[in-house]
C-alpha cells in the first residue's frame, strides 16, 4: 500500500501519496537551519537519483495505523551542533506534516549521513 | 570587572572602554551587556515566536547560547580578541540550543574566523566580521528564509561595511548597527507572510537586535536589568508576589491609577521611578495605566508626584507593607501535603501553575509540585530536581502543558531512575490521570491506566487575549476574552460567562455528566459562583463543581467529562 487514507465521508475517500507527505517533509527539512543537503538512503537510490529526481530522495515515508513513520537521511554542515540541529528538524517535520496533513506522526528518524566542511577554523 | 561592576562607572568611562582598539576584555564585557539585555528581554522574545514551530521558546535558547559562551570567557584576562573570540565561538557551539541558538553559534564562528588572531579590533575589522559572520550563517543551510535572524544579522553587516568607511569611531558604526537591526527586525513580517498573519516581527532576529542592543545600552549607562518597554495588562500584573521581594527600608507600597496625557513617555516615567523605589510595575487596560511601586517612608508621596506630571490620576492605593507582611505571614499559602512515597511505591510528579492545583494534585496522591504552565516553562532541570531525592526509582512525569513535555521527556532520559512521562497537555488530562493512580501498583501498570484516563476529559479554558490575531477563523482582538476548547480556539468575546457558555456548547457538553471550574488567581470567587449558577441552570442534569486553582493567566481552566 502506498497510499494513506486521511478520511472519508458518504461521498468518498481523501487519499494520500506517500510522495506528498516525502515532499512536505523534505520541503521542511531543507528548511531547517544546518541541513546542507539530503542524502541517498542506499546505493540503489544513489544511482537513481543520477537519472531521475524523486521527491522521495533522503526520505522515507511509512506508516502503521498509530500513525506516520519518518525517515530523514540528512547532510549536515561542520562545526554546528548536531544535537540541535537534529532536535530542530524532528520538531518542525512533524509540526508542518501534521498540520498540512492532519495524520499524527509517530516517529521521525534522522540519519546524518555526513558532514559538510566548508570553512576550517 | 563584571558589567554590573562596571554599571557605577560613568558613560564618559564606559566609552573608553570600548574606545579603539577593542580589546578582548572590551569584547567580553560587550558579550556580557549583550546576553544580560537578551536575558531581561526573554520572555518578549519567547512570546513572538511563531517560525518555524510556535513552542515560544526562541529567546530561552538565545540565552542558553549565549550563556554557553559567556561562561567560557567568564573567567577569561585574555587581552587578545582574536583568540577570545574563539573561546566564545566555541562555548557558543558547544552549549548551542534550539535553531536559533545554532545560528547563533554560526554568527559567533564566523565572527572569530575573521578577527584570526587579531590582538584588536577596528571598525574595519569589524565589518569584516560581520560580514564573515553573515556567510558563515548563511553557509548553515540549503533553503534560507529570510525574514528571520539570517536577514537581521545580513542587514546587520551590510550596515557595518557602510558605516565603517564613514567614521574610524566604534561607538558610532555600534549605534548605526543597531538601528539597523532594529529597522531589519521591524521588516521582517514584509518577508515572511506567517509572521504578518499572527501579528508579530522574527523571535531570533528580535533577539539578535537584542544582543546589540544591550551593549549600546551598556556604553550609553542604560540599565540592563529590566525591559523598559514592557507594559502588560492589567490581569497579568501580579502584585501578590511582589511581597516576597519587599527589601528592607522600602516599606510603602503605592498602587495608582492613571490616564497619560498624549505626550506620556513610557521610558522615562519608569526611568524616573526607579529612582524613588523597587519591584516596579506598570500595566494597562482601557486606556487606563495602573502603576505599582514599593518605597521607603520618606519618599512614599514622589510616585504621586511624578505621576501627576505624566497624567490624570484617577485612585491611589498605599499600604504599610511592613504591617501587612505581619499579617500575611500567617494565612497565605496553606501548607501543600505531598504524599510520602515509600522505596517499592510509584512516585508521580506534577508540573502545576497554580498553589489551589497544587493542593488538588496533593491532595489526590502527587509526591512533587514542579512550578510551570502556559509562558512559563520549567527548566529541564527544574524537573529533575523534583524527583532526583525521592526515595524510590519509579517515577511518573504529568507535565500538563504541551510545551513542557519535551522537558519532562529530556529531563527523564538524563537519569538513573525509570520514569515515565504521561502526555498530559492539559489540567484536567493529568487531574484525570491522578485519579487512577495507585502508588503500590508497578511503574507500568499506572502508566498503561493513567494513559487512557487522559482521553476520558475534555478540556476547556478560558482566558486573555494577548495580541490581536486570526486563527482557525475566529478574529481575536488584543483584550478581549478567548475560549479554547482542547487547545483549539472556540470563540472570542467580552466576557468571561459568554465565552464559558459558547465553550461548553462548542464541547458538546449534553453528552458528558460532570463540569469542573478550576479557577484563576484574579477571577473572584463571588463571580465564579454566580457562573456555576448560571451553568446550573443550562444543564440541569450535570454535576457543577468549583475548586480554587489560583493559575495566573487563565480566568478558567474547565474540565467536562
Known amino acids: ?121 | 570587572m563584571s558589567v554590573v561592576e562596571l554599571t557605577k562607572l560613568s558613560p564618559q568611562e564606559r566609552h573608553k572602554l570600548v574606545s579603539l582598539p577593542v580589546n578582548g576584555q572590551g569584547l567580553k564585557t560587550l558579550m556580557e551587556a549583550g546576553m544580560i539585555w537578551l536575558k531581561t528581554n526573554q520572555q518578549i522574545v519567547n512570546n513572538l515566536n511563531v517560525f518555524p514551530v510556535p513552542d515560544g521558546d526562541t529567546g530561552t535558547n538565545m540565552v542558553l547560547t549565549m550563556q554557553a559562551a559567556f561562561d567560557e570567557i567568564e573567567k577569561s584576562g585574555d587581552e587578545n580578541i582574536g583568540q577570545l573570540s574563539h573561546t566564545i565561538a566555541r562555548g557558543a557551539l558547544m552549549g548551542a540550543r534550539g535553531n536559533s541558538g545554532v545560528i547563533l553559534s554560526q554568527i559567533w564562528r564566523g565572527f572569530a574566523r575573521a578577527l584570526d588572531d587579531q590582538p584588536t579590533m577596528d571598525v574595519k575589522l569589524l565589518a569584516e566580521a560581520l560580514l564573515e559572520a553573515k556567510e558563515t550563517a548563511y553557509k548553515g543551510v540549503v533553503r534560507p528564509v529570510e525574514g528571520t535572524i539570517l536577514t537581521v544579522i545580513k542587514d546587520i553587516a551590510a550596515q557595518a561595511k557602510v558605516s565603517a568607511q564613514r567614521t574610524t569611531i566604534f561607538t558610532e558604526v555600534l549605534a548605526d548597527i543597531v538601528e539597523a537591526a532594529e529597522a531589519s527586525v521591524e521588516r521582517t513580517p514584509d518577508l515572511l507572510p506567517i509572521l504578518k498573519k499572527a501579528g508579530v516581527v522574527d523571535s531570533g532576529g528580535k533577539g539578535l537586535f537584542c544582543i546589540f542592543e544591550g551593549m549600546w545600552r551598556f556604553i550609553n549607562g542604560d540599565a540592563l536589568d529590566k525591559a523598559v518597554t514592557e507594559v502588560m495588562p492589567l490581569s497579568e500584573m501580579n502584585l501578590e508576589d511582589t511581597m516576597e521581594s519587599v527589601e528592607p527600608g522600602q516599606d510603602y507600597e503605592v498602587v495608582i491609577d492613571f490616564s497619560p496625557e498624549s505626550t506620556f513617555n513610557l521610558e522615562n516615567y519608569y526611568d524616573e521611578l526607579s529612582k524613588i523605589g523597587t519591584s516596579i510595575q506598570v500595566g494597562e487596560g482601557d486606556g487606563i495605566y495602573r502603576m505599582h511601586i514599593h518605597v521607603p517612608l520618606d519618599k512614599r508621596y514622589l510616585p504621586i508626584d511624578h505621576t501627576m506630571t505624566q497624567g490624570t490620576i484617577q485612585k491611589v492605593m498605599m499600604e504599610n507593607l511592613v504591617a501587612q507582611m505581619e499579617g500575611k505571614k500567617s494565612d497565605k499559602h496553606p501548607k501543600i501535603n505531598l504524599a510520602q512515597v515509600k522505596a517499592d511505591e510509584t512516585a508521580v510528579v506534577a508540573v502545576s501553575p497554580g498553589p489551589g492545583l497544587s493542593r488538588i494534585f496533593a491532595s489526590l496522591g502527587v509526591a512533587a509540585i514542579v512550578q510551570g504552565g502556559q509562558t512559563m516553562n520549567p527548566s529541564i532541570k527544574e524537573v529533575l530536581a523534583s524527583f532526583e531525592n525521592l526515595p524510590t526509582d519509579k517515577v511518573i512525569i504529568l507535565p500538563n502543558n504541551k510545551n513542557i513535555i519535551m522537558a519532562a521527556k529530556e529531563a527523564a532520559s538524563m537519569t538513573v531512575k525509570k520514569v515515565h512521562v504521561i502526555p498530559t497537555i492539559s489540567i484536567p488530562q493529568g487531574i484525570s490521570a491522578m485519579f487512577r493512580f495507585i502508588p503500590d501498583a508497578g511503574l507500568e501498570e499506572n502508566t498503561e491506566s493513567m494513559i487512557e484516563a487522559i482521553d476520558e476529559v475534555e478540556t476547556g479554558e478560558i482566558t486573555t487575549a494577548t495580541r490581536s490575531v486570526e486563527i482557525d477563523n475566529v478574529q481575536v482582538q488584543k483584550g478581549q476574552v478567548i475560549a479554547l476548547y482542547n487547545g483549539k480556539l472556540v470563540t472570542s468575546t467580552d466576557n468571561i460567562d459568554t465565552a464559558t457558555e459558547e465553550l461548553l456548547i462548542a464541547a458538546k457538553t449534553c453528552d458528558y455528566e460532570r463540569i469542573t471550574l478550576f479557577y484563576g488567581e484574579d477571577m473572584k470567587l463571588t463571580h465564579v459562583n454566580a457562573l456555576a449558577d448560571k451553568i446550573r441552570s443550562i444543564y440541569p442534569d450535570h454535576e457543577i463543581e468549583v475548586h480554587e486553582g489560583g493559575q495566573p493567566h487563565y480566568q478558567l481552566i474547565i474540565a467536562i467529562e
Open chain 1, 1 to 121: 500500500m502506498s497510499e494513506t487514507e486521511n478520511n472519508y465521508n458518504e461521498l468518498g475517500s481523501v487519499l494520500i501519496q506517500k510522495e506528498a507527505i516525502a515532499s512536505i517533509a523534505r520541503q521542511s527539512t531543507l528548511q531547517s537551519y544546518g541541513v546542507v543537503g539530503l542524502a541517498p538512503k542506499n546505493l540503489i537510490e544513489s544511482i537513481h537519483q543520477l537519472l531521475k529526481k524523486d521527491a522521495k530522495y533522503g526520505v522515507e515515508v511509512n506508516f502503521d495505523h498509530e500513525g506516520l513513520l519518518i525517515d530523514l537521511y540528512i547532510m549536515v554542515e561542520y562545526g554546528t551542533r548536531i544535537i540541535s540541529i537534529t532536535n530542530s528538524i524532528v520538531n518542525s517535520v512533524k509540526y508542518n506534516v501534521e498540520k498540512t496533513i492532519g495524520l499524527p506522526v509517530r516517529r521521525i528518524n534522522v540519519h546524518v549521513r555526513g558532514l559538510r566542511i566548508s570553512n576550517m577554523d
